[in-house]
């Protein structure tokens, strides 16, 4: 069932609460500016196609950035980048790996969960991720947008953005 955008949302995972709301609602800086790139890029269109976004304007937040390619119509998705920072945040560099191979069950649940919205929708997410876990993150908040890539109606592909404040990640 799709995510009704226009209100917050809370979905209870094995190990988070997420919060869904639309992207451009983000109110974290970098989220904003993130997702006005992607707005910009794709004009009047539903989403832009992912060579209509100069890579040289998210050179800043290349760390903080996933982009995933929507397998079976959104059945998996294979992490086709994953910044360093995410990959601290997880314990696990999934670069080029499915999600359902993912080892963390939280962390394939709530992200499938997320991008099966996007694919499906074709519109981009504001998800805010409240913790409830010690391990890696501890009971902190993680947020980050989700916004689809493609040439048609249906996306292709997933480019995201997640922010983590210094103190959220361990050393």
């Given at each position: 069932?799709?995510?009704?955008?226009?209100?917050?949302?809370?979905?209870?995972?094995?190990?988070?609460?997420?919060?869904?709301?639309?992207?451009?609602?983000?109110s974290?800086?970098?989220?904003?500016?993130?997702?006005?790139?992607?707005?910009?890029?794709?004009g009047?269109?539903?989403?832009?196609?992912?060579?209509?976004?100069d890579?040289?304007?998210?050179?800043?937040?290349?760390?903080?950035?996933?982009?995933?390619?929507?397998?079976?119509?959104?059945?998996?998705?294979?992490?086709?980048?994953?910044?360093?920072?995410?990959?601290?945040?997880?314990?696990?560099?999934?670069?080029?790996?499915?999600?359902?191979?993912?080892?963390?069950?939280?962390?394939?649940?709530?992200?499938?969960?997320?991008?099966?919205?996007?694919?499906?929708?074709?519109?981009?997410?504001?998800?805010?991720?409240?913790?409830?876990?010690?391990?890696?993150?501890?009971?902190?908040?993680?947020?980050?947008?989700?916004?689809?890539?493609?040439?048609?109606?249906?996306?292709?592909?997933?480019?995201?953005?997640?922010?983590?404040?210094?103190?959220?990640?361990?050393?």
């Amino acid at each position: 069932m799709p995510l009704y955008l226009g209100h917050v949302e809370t979905h209870q995972t094995v190990n988070r609460t997420v919060h869904y709301a639309k992207a451009e609602d983000a109110s974290h800086p970098e989220l904003a500016a993130f997702y006005a790139v992607w707005n910009a890029a794709r004009g009047a269109r539903p989403m832009p196609e992912r060579a209509d976004i100069d890579i040289r304007s998210l050179r800043k937040h290349l760390r903080r950035m996933q982009l995933y390619d929507i397998v079976d119509n959104g059945q998996d998705f294979r992490f086709r980048v994953s910044g360093s920072d995410v990959f601290v945040a997880n314990g696990i560099d999934m670069t080029g790996k499915l999600l359902s191979d993912h080892p963390n069950a939280g962390v394939r649940e709530r992200l499938s969960h997320v991008l099966q919205q996007v694919t499906l929708t074709g519109q981009p997410i504001h998800a805010r991720f409240e913790s409830l876990e010690a391990f890696p993150v501890q009971n902190k908040t993680v947020e980050s947008v989700y916004l689809p890539l493609g040439g048609g109606r249906r996306p292709t592909q997933i480019v995201g953005l997640t922010v983590f404040r210094r103190d959220q990640i361990r050393p």
